[in-house]
């Protein structure tokens, strides 16, 4: 139980595009999702969390109008990177929290890694 | 605010070796603390946690980790590592006092020599 998909695995895009990656629970409801972006060789950095229904809270630095964040079911949230840069590149993680386990226990997908040329 | 040190960037060890991945926080209140490896272009798989109670915790694949206040230390050690073990391993902290959000390590490469 407790698994977490991401789509795509991989996306490749060209410089001002906008790319949605897309975060589901599939057999838990998720009350809340984070979304963490890691670059080579680093750790992972919380970019937002989202409650479903709600709006997304962003951590410091992160924009939240090039980082579109919606939650909009238990068990699905997205992350749109708009008018994508090569700078954008990196791996896009994202973890939901089960309504049933304890607060402080997350489950993560297997991440999005995204390419912009 | 919570911050956490692994100051191993790289380990390697010999197969059939132990291991010991050092991980040390900073953190106002009661810590949860947690485990992750990753293996390459992977997600985060959970290996432990640590809320309250035995200071001693059992994990998956053979890792366990001891956590102590005094020492604001959460070592992960696995007494025989297998080939499978490479990876990077990633120490986090959360709790209550941080709204639950995770604020993790730079982590720690593990290669496994034959």
């Known amino acids: 139980g407790a698994v977490v998909s991401q789509h795509p695995s991989w996306v490749i895009c060209k410089s001002g595009t906008s790319v949605k990656i897309e975060c589901r629970s599939l057999?838990?409801?998720?009350?809340?999702m984070f979304w963490y972006r890691q670059f080579p060789k680093q750790s992972l950095m919380l970019m937002a969390t989202s409650n479903e229904g709600s709006k997304a809270t962003y951590e410091q630095g992160v924009e939240k109008d090039k980082f579109l964040i919606n939650h909009a079911s238990l068990t699905l949230s997205t992350l749109t990177v708009t008018s994508a840069h090569p700078e954008d590149s990196s791996f896009y993680i994202c973890s939901a929290r089960a309504r049933w386990a304890s607060l402080e226990t997350q489950y993560f997908g297997p991440g999005t890694r995204l390419l912009v040329l | 605010a919570q911050s956490v040190t692994q100051p191993d960037i790289h380990i390697t060890v010999s197969e059939g070796a132990s291991l010991e991945l050092r991980c040390n926080y900073s953190y106002g209140a009661t810590p949860y603390l947690f485990w992750y490896v990753q293996s390459p272009g992977q997600g985060l798989q959970l290996l432990l946690k640590y809320f309250s109670g035995d200071t001693l915790v059992q994990g998956i694949k053979g890792f366990e980790a001891e956590f102590k206040r005094s020492q604001s230390s959460f070592n992960l050690r696995k007494p025989s590592v297998h080939w499978s073990d490479a990876a990077e391993y990633f120490c986090?902290?959360?709790?209550?006092?941080?709204?639950?959000?995770?604020?993790f390590g730079g982590g720690t490469r593990v290669l496994v020599k034959p």
């Open positions: 986090a902290v959360g709790g209550k006092a941080a709204g639950n959000k995770l604020t």
């Open positions: 057999d838990f409801q998720a009350t809340t």
